[in-house]
T-cell receptor, first 113, second 107 residues
């Protein structure tokens, strides 16, 4: 079956602009996660959605970051007023929830000039 | 602050040898443990998961978990050049990742 998909695969933006990154999870997976991977910080958790529960936003680095998940499926990560330190690969993963294994999408490489 | 520690490597082994990758974690309440393989420029690929103390085998891979020592390891038997990658240890339901160990398998 289809895996996790993300778009765009690459995004170049100017400092101060807003960006939206999209994730389409594996069909039937109720849990969706966003992570980012940068050279200095490794792979870090950002936000977690489980079904209709309130999302766990504990990993978001600032209030410029937000995410939505519509209809329990597709998710959008929005970064407002982008900064150069936001440059990273943003990875989405999905799972059946709880402690189940997570499967990653191909990522979106964000470059802020 | 939950932490996961891995030796950054590189770990170099000859083809056909056993590669041993290690990981320690700080959160004693952790319930789930994962090993991901990541090739350069690609996203992490799940190769093993383990929830209970002891060993879990899948093909050439064996994951070992010791919760008392807060230690998890990955053994790769009959290592192949195609196993050359960075191996990421991850812990918990909202994954906390180590920085990864680079494995190099020489023909």
């Amino acid at each position: 079956g289809a895996g996790v998909s993300q778009s765009p695969s690459n995004k170049v933006t100017e400092k101060g602009k807003d960006v939206e990154l999209r994730c389409d999870p594996i069909s039937g997976h109720t849990a969706l996660y966003w992570y980012r991977q940068s050279l200095g910080q490794g792979l870090e958790f950002l936000i977690y959605f489980q079904g209709n529960s309130a999302p766990d936003k504990s990993g978001l680095p600032s209030d410029r970051f937000s995410a939505e998940r519509t209809g329990g499926s597709v998710s959008t990560l929005t970064i407002q007023r982008t900064q150069q330190e936001d440059s990273a690969v943003y990875l989405c993963a999905s799972s059946l929830g709880g402690e189940d294994e997570q499967f990653f999408g191909p990522g979106t490489r964000l470059t802020v000039l | 602050q939950k932490e996961v520690e891995q030796n950054s490597g590189p770990l170099s082994v000859p083809e056909g040898a056993i590669a041993s990758l290690n990981c320690t974690y700080s959160d004693r309440g952790s319930q789930s443990f994962f090993w991901y393989r990541q090739y350069s420029g690609k996203s992490p690929e799940l190769i093993m998961f383990i929830y209970s103390n002891g060993d879990k085998e899948d093909g050439r891979f064996t994951a070992q978990l010791n919760k008392a020592s807060q230690y998890v390891s990955l053994l790769i038997r009959d290592s192949q050049p195609s196993d050359s990658a960075t191996y990421l240890c991850a812990v918990g339901s909202t994954l906390t990742f180590g920085k990864g160990t680079m494995l190099l398998v020489s023909p």
